[in-house]
């Protein structure tokens, strides 16, 4: 069974960092776009950041670009999302995301809660 499970969310202050952690089990994802996509209140979903697992390649939306960075750690099968200079307009539930680069599969995690506070 496939799982993807986020963690590292939590409360913090304007400007400050959290780490979020993303683990992957029950099959490989050599083949898979692995990414992070953001869902506030009252709005759609939308793409943060995505890493190519195989290569290492990354994307950001616009408004995290040079503020976020995703990376991963082969060895623990985990995708990770650093998230500095944080602002209220950051909070949102955020959500792992592993989709087969030609689309033979596509899972999401349960989401974590990040709360940014003035």
């Known amino acids: 069974q496939v799982q993807l499970v986020e963690s590292g969310g939590g409360l913090v202050q304007a400007g400050g960092s959290l780490r979020l952690s993303c683990s992957a089990s029950g099959r490989t994802f050599s083949s898979a776009s692995m990414g992070w996509f953001r869902q506030a209140p009252g709005k759609e979903r939308e793409f943060v950041a995505t890493?190519?697992?195989?290569?290492?390649?990354?994307y950001y939306a616009d408004s995290v670009k040079g503020r976020f960075t995703i990376s991963r750690d082969v060895a623990k099968n985990t995708v990770y999302l650093q998230m500095n200079s944080l602002k209220l307009e950051d909070t949102a539930v955020y959500y792992c995301?592993?989709?087969?680069?030609?689309?033979?599969?596509?899972?999401w995690g349960q989401g974590t809660q990040v709360t940014v506070s003035s």
């Open positions: 995301r592993a989709r087969h680069v030609a689309g033979a599969y596509d899972y």
């Open positions: 890493l190519n697992w195989a290569g290492g390649s990354t």
